[in-house]
């Protein structure tokens, strides 16, 4: 691991959290007061960063499954920090969709007093809890050897911390190796029907909303499963080149793999963005050309043009051609995709909710919040601010102290 | 006197309808509307009522009038919608809540649970109509003065008015800003809490053009039967299956 990058970014993050703070501190204590958005355009900026994060986890989810189901050994050094960042997602995720309800405080109960199963949101609950268990055990199985063997190594509160982890135990033999791997393999296994549902329950989440026409398509879930796989692949990319070490050039090999696998799925990504931009326009449906247009002509074009097709797309796909073979090129390349991401989930958030669905209401009964122009305010942006250092100090902290990343040892052998 | 018949007044037949639902089995009851665009004049009574019998803050509006324009020039017309829930009776708000919040009711009317309402807006996405809206919290008398040694400064308008719940769904609420509605959902409920005493919606008590009709489309004797039963009847969106109560007349 690259310790250096460790102080300053604990930094960036300790900044974040306390200047995020002050518009944590507004939501919490005025509700939603102070968002921007309003009754039709209900979700905003916290929905496109929930998605966002959804990407990045679906990635890091893709890698465990690499690694531990179908046992490839090129990804196996990547193995525990991707179940980690899966954990990490999953929180900013939670985080996200918990301050962006009215009453917070009853999405705590009343989802077991009270779930509709015709719902998939209730669904959506289920399965993120479903996968935040599999992959808190699966990150721990994975590094409970290492933490049980650390524990008499560490000092002070770390070693507290490795104590409390190891639950009193203080030796690791072959055996525990052998059942933490049969449990690791078991978890993965259970891991794929619920990982996969879960993304697709997100797409289908929006596919079902028949007033939608932007998202009420087929189309939808397969998009969402490729962005995510996209944005989370080019996050766990980005991350290999940072965090693995290129002893016998083990990290060159792995970024050339996920480079080519990076291509391809921008590519395909592409195809199916120009095919919904291509299918929309010829329906000539008033209101589908119109959320189109808030995409491609709109008040926020250069978001659609610039962030996500130039940034986003362009200059990935030269680097990612013509200069794969170089790891800090395919590096750079996948940054600049899973940064500009967020820009892809705003635009496909905000442009349906931005078109009046009955004629006339625009010219009634005027209110900020009964308007379509919606664009984030200081509040928005300051609790984002947070969440995002809130996950990446968890990020920093975790691959730091716990032994969440090993050069050495890989997948199974992470353990032993 | 007059040369001209006595005509009954259809407030007066809609109360004897409603009356005589009341009367009847509660389990036959499923209330209905209908309203004739014929006989609107867009005078926006109805929104303001409404407004006003359930304490709406701002922001949130079950039954604005929209105006649209009709034709292209030099044909051109110009018609008002008043636009309440359209109470589905295949609802696509009540499907997506994740915790039963919102639900049809054994009159056919969607209600929300004040108290069950977590706020994901879910349903606020679903509705075709946009008749539902989130309560953030606003207050009308937000940023007006306190005017001190003043009868009328902030904090008395507010406790005079804004601060004090609306009967809504029958129920007491607490003052505002100190939980529900603050952070749900909110829309047209068909006034259950008038209906309960006998009363007739605000807002088809308000119209002053008698556009809006009310009754139990259930009871073959009722106005609204008879109304929803005319070759000039259409639902709004009815390509979408929703098949809502609320009717409009051509």
Excluded at chain 1, 23 to 35: C, E, K, Q, S
Excluded at chain 1, 189 to 202: D, E, K, M, Q, R
Excluded at chain 1, 391 to 408: E, H, M, Q, S, W
Aim: with cysteine.
């Amino acid at each position: 691991m690259q310790y250096r990058l460790f102080p300053a970014l604990s930094i960036v993050a300790i900044v974040g959290l306390a200047v995020g703070s002050y518009g944590m501190f507004d939501r919490l204590v005025n509700g939603l007061n102070p968002v921007a958005f309003g009754s039709y355009v209900p979700w905003g900026l916290w929905v496109a960063f929930y998605l966002f994060f959804l990407g990045l986890s679906a990635g890091a989810f893709l890698v465990t499954l690499l690694t531990y189901l179908l046992g490839i050994k090129a990804f196996q050094s990547i193995g525990p920090l991707s179940a980690f960042m899966v954990l990490v997602c999953l929180l900013c995720e939670a985080l996200f969709i918990l301050l962006d309800l009215g009453s917070m405080h009853r999405a705590f109960y009343q989802f077991f007093l009270t779930p509709s199963f015709s719902s998939l949101l209730t669904w959506m609950f289920v399965l993120f809890n479903l996968m935040g268990l599999i992959y808190t055990l699966k990150t721990y199985f994975l590094v409970r050897g290492d933490i049980i063997q650390g524990a008499s190594k560490q000092k002070g509160l770390l070693k507290s911390i490795y104590q409390l982890l190891s639950f009193g135990r203080s030796d690791y033999d072959e055996a525990m190796r052998a059942a933490d791997e049969h449990r690791v393999h078991r978890l993965a296994w259970l891991s794929l029907p619920v990982g996969l549902l879960f993304y697709a329950t997100n797409g289908a989440f929006f596919a079902i909303l028949i007033n939608r026409p932007i998202w009420n398509s087929a189309l939808t879930p397969l998009l969402f499963v490729v962005a995510a796989l996209l944005s989370g692949g080019a996050l766990v990319t980005f991350l290999t080149y940072v965090y693995v070490q290129n002893s016998q050039g083990l990290r060159d090999t792995l970024l050339k793999y996920l480079g080519r696998s990076i291509l391809f799925l921008l590519c395909l990504f592409l195809v199916l963005e120009a095919m919904q931009f291509f299918v929309g326009y010829q329906t000539g449906r008033t209101d589908i050309v119109t959320s189109l247009n808030h995409i491609t002509v709109g008040p926020h074009w250069w978001i659609f043009w610039v962030v996500h097709l130039v940034i986003g797309c362009l200059i990935p796909l030269v680097l990612l051609t013509f200069r794969q073979k170089s790891s800090a090129a395919v590096a750079t390349a996948c940054f600049l995709i899973f940064v500009t991401f967020v820009a892809v989930r705003y635009n496909f958030i905000i442009p349906d909710l931005a078109v009046y669905k009955l004629e006339g209401l625009e010219f009634v009964f005027r209110h900020a919040r009964l308007s379509t122009d919606y664009v984030p305010n200081l509040n928005e942006w300051l609790v984002t601010v947070w969440v995002i250092s809130a996950g990446l100090l968890a990020f920093l902290l975790g691959t730091r102290y716990l032994p969440i990343v090993n050069d050495k040892l890989g997948g199974m052998d992470h353990a032993s | 006197m007059s040369r001209f018949l006595a005509v009954e007044d259809q407030l007066v037949r809609m109360q004897r309808d409603l009356n005589r639902a009341l009367d009847g089995d509660p389990q036959n009851i499923k209330w209905g509307m209908v309203i004739d665009l014929a006989k609107c004049v867009g005078c926006h009574a109805c929104t303001v009522a409404c407004v006003a019998e359930n304490k709406l803050p701002p922001g949130v509006v079950y039954r604005p009038v929209l105006e649209q324009e009709t034709g292209t020039y030099p044909a051109v017309g110009r018609k008002f919608v008043p636009r309440p829930c359209l109470h589905c009776q295949n609802p696509p708000c009540t499907k997506v809540c994740p915790v039963t919040a919102t639900y049809k009711n054994e009159v056919g009317a969607i209600i929300v649970d004040y108290n069950r309402c977590i706020g994901c807006r879910y349903c606020l996405v679903a509705c075709p109509y946009s008749a539902r809206t989130s309560d953030f919290g606003d207050w009308y008398t937000r940023g007006t003065t306190e005017g001190q040694g003043v009868v009328q400064g902030q904090k008395v308008a507010a406790e005079g008015y804004e601060a004090n719940p609306s009967a809504e769904y029958g129920k007491k609420w607490p003052k505002r800003g100190k939980g529900s509605p603050v952070g749900n959902a909110r829309k047209c409920h068909f006034c259950l809490h008038r209906l309960a005493v006998r009363m007739l919606p605000a807002c088809v008590t308000t119209c002053i053009g008698r556009a809006t009709i009310f009754g139990d489309r259930n009871d073959p004797k009722s106005l609204v039967f008879e109304m929803i039963a005319s070759a000039r009847a259409y639902q709004l969106k009815a390509e979408l299956g929703t098949n809502p109560a609320v009717y409009y007349l051509a």
